[in-house]
């Protein structure tokens, strides 16, 4: 299989030679990932100007690495930061990743690397991680298609009189049936008045007749996450359900619609929040909007009134506003969408309209 | 249900005085737990010589911290640093967890403390959570309770034939069902060669017969990972089989029998060792003899040749010699044990004899 992982190392190696660094020694695990391929525990990254690199890590992983990261030179050595001190010369600058590393270890680092002056690379390769290439959304999309067709076999239900925890359980299942790698985070189930808690771990509660279930959940592929919330009504939805229902349906649209090359993300976000403020319900709206997903499923950019970049092309995101009302129930509609010069293209595909089922 | 949070911040109090430090800021979400039972996924603690203790939390998380923590102070702030770093005046010394604090929170954390001396206190807490107190080993046993039950269940079979990721899947779901909160961590399932990859992720190759079936795996419960590793044979055993089986078994059990209140953790290690040199095994033993496990799967303390602590009263460890022969096949067997003044006591348990199973 080609890898990208050549080209996403000059990317970085360019970002070198723009800021006067002889290198990028890169500790965050996820990004040692993205950079090489190498998936294990334990390991730290070099990158060079010249694109070339070195991964370091312990002797459990000797042949991991040699596998999962076949066009870089491998070193086995506990000392990961000794490791990749070596072969640098005096007097050059080296990036680490202080926002990742500890003080500890850093403080390790500036003895290693001697005379070289580690400065900050700041979130570097999270940045370059925000555009996604074409192995990335591949996986992306194969993470949200089973995850989508898993909660269709789920929703086909029983589901009245399920608890929260079997519903959730059931759609885990389903999802490494259909070739998913993990869970990518903890299923939300939550039914009733539960779903007027954001982040709701599942409980025994059963779902009871004529009431809200919300599920937030998604499959791990190679790596990449799909992020999907879907909210039903288990028998006949009143008045109040379809009303914010029906609000949170519009906005998310509307978020979706916005998510184009070059949009101001400050203007996605504040769109989003007029049409809520519109049917009245801004105040029920009291989480993030949506973030970037791929090798971490929280990743950036966030969308948020304060954010200052605009969206760029393969930029995959969620798109998750919601309702909530402490005591009586809540509605969240959650896309995972890849960002592109058109329409953008929506990842999980399942129907937004307002399902009552049994 | 009374809590140990307090008796745990008291103790930490001593350590702070015997520092002669004002307070520690505690940042590590699992300290943070532990001192404080909060399960936010963002929070910071500063406790002060006096055993005094605030909670900074951001607002998602007020409702549960004021639940979680009933008998601290929580102060709701974004800027966790910045609340933690009020009232506290200037001319002292205060500890950070430099182990596990960014550099780019340290740097941070001494702008908001401004005249305030910020000073390591190194794996303070993590020296306190070796010992268990009753609410934590109750906990344990909980999760590992409920892990051989689950272990049970599924080798009550059938398993020839089933795949490793089925057999995985089925456990985990067992141990749901049976209680747990979540899966400590990524299940093993090996069967035939793959047995001799000591971290082997279950793929879909079918358990053939008379194959050797390594299974890896716990659950969690009130935040406690449980950790069990059974070897069986799908089939009949055969010479080779029975040879590298019997050679863990019997280093096993000399381990078990090692950990003892006061016994020096290298001494330990060197005893399973030489069991192993003796039948002739030792090179193919290629992993970490054990570690402590609690509110992390993996933490102090470890057991290794180089490790200069002595064995503590309370504290649970995992006990897991391995044989691993690259392409023929590999035999773990792993208990969680926690040391008395006497013979340990066994969490897991479930059969050490060779089982040949359908």
Redesign the interface.
């Known amino acids: 299989m080609p890898t990208e992982h050549v080209a996403r190392r000059g990317r970085l190696a360019a970002i070198l030679r723009e800021r006067g660094l002889a290198a990028a020694v890169v500790t965050d695990l996820v990004n040692v990932r993205y950079l090489t391929g190498f998936t294990g525990s334990n390991g730290a990254v070099r990158v060079s100007e010249d694109g070339s690199a070195v991964l370091a890590t312990d002797?459990?992983y000797r042949d991991q690495a040699a596998e999962e990261a076949p066009d870089v030179e491998v070193v086995v050595d506990r000392d990961l930061l000794g490791a990749l001190s070596k072969e640098t010369g005096g007097a050059q600058r080296v990036g680490?990743e202080?926002?990742?590393?500890?003080?500890?270890d850093?403080?390790e680092a500036r003895e290693r690397f001697g005379e070289v002056e580690l400065v900050?690379l700041g979130r570097a390769v999270e940045q370059l991680r925000v555009v996604k290439d074409e192995e990335e959304l591949d996986a992306l999309r194969r993470a949200c298609d089973i995850s989508v067709q898993a909660l269709d076999e789920v929703l086909a239900g029983p589901l009245l009189g399920r608890t929260e925890?079997e519903i959730a359980?059931d759609l885990e299942?389903t999802m490494?049936?259909k070739g998913a790698?993990?869970i990518g985070f903890?299923t939300i189930v939550a039914s009733g008045p539960n779903t007027a808690i954001?982040?709701h771990d599942p409980t025994n509660r059963p779902v009871g007749r004529d009431e809200l279930l919300k599920i937030d959940f998604g499959a791990r592929v190679d790596g990449y996450h799909a992020d999907c919330t879907r909210t039903v009504v288990v028998g006949r939805a009143d008045a109040w359900q379809r009303e914010i229902y029906e609000a949170v349906r519009v906005a998310q649209q509307a978020g979706v619609d916005a998510c184009r090359e070059g949009a101001p993300v400050a203007d996605v976000d504040a769109l989003v929040r007029q049409v809520l403020a519109d049917a009245g319900w801004l105040e029920a709206f009291t989480?993030g909007l949506g973030h970037g997903v791929g090798l971490r499923i929280h990743e950036d950019p966030f969308l948020s009134a304060k954010a200052p970049a605009r969206l760029e092309r393969r930029t995959a995101l969620t798109m998750e506003p919601g309702i909530y009302v402490a005591g009586r129930g809540g509605v969240r509609i959650e896309d995972t969408l890849v960002v592109t010069d058109g329409a953008p293209e929506l990842l999980t595909v399942a129907t937004k309209d307002l399902l009552e089922l049994a």
Chains 1, 2 share one sequence.
């Open positions: 002797g459990r680490v202080t926002h990742a590393l500890t003080v500890d850093y403080d900050s925890r359980r299942w490494y049936a790698e993990a903890e954001p982040h989480t």
